[in-house]
Nanobody, 121 residues
């Protein structure tokens, strides 16, 4: 079982940037797709970005395309989400997730505890 711990959340003004990190332990993630999700109160968790095991394939929600970048360092067992030009509507709890296969389109089966991102206008 993999354990995922997110960090890097916080309060930022609109137009600012944050970099989220997800450190994995208990299992190497180099062969699995990884993703970032977010959730706001009363809403379902939505996928923000996902990346294949090699990093060669990534996908993004339309709302973050061109602003967010997902990347991974398999040697460090860590996944990142660089968030630029943040908007108030990006405010949410962000979760890291590990997939059951190497695809960026994998089913996600392991989750972190989440990190709060708040964007002020």
């Amino acid at each position: 079982q993999v354990q995922l711990v997110e960090s890097g959340g916080g309060l930022v003004q609109a137009g600012g940037s944050l970099r989220l990190s997800c450190a994995a332990s208990g299992r190497a993630i180099f062969s699995y797709g990884m993703g970032w999700f977010r959730q706001t109160p009363g809403n379902e968790r939505e996928i923000v970005a996902a990346v294949s095991w090699s990093g060669s394939t990534s996908r993004y929600a339309d709302s973050v395309k061109g602003r967010f970048t997902i990347s991974r360092d398999n040697a460090k067992n860590t996944v990142y989400l660089q968030m630029n030009n943040l908007k108030p509507e990006d405010t949410a709890v962000y979760y890291c997730a590990a997939g059951s296969s190497g695809s960026a389109y994998t089913a996600f089966t392991s989750w972190g505890q989440g990190t709060q991102v708040t964007v002020s206008s």
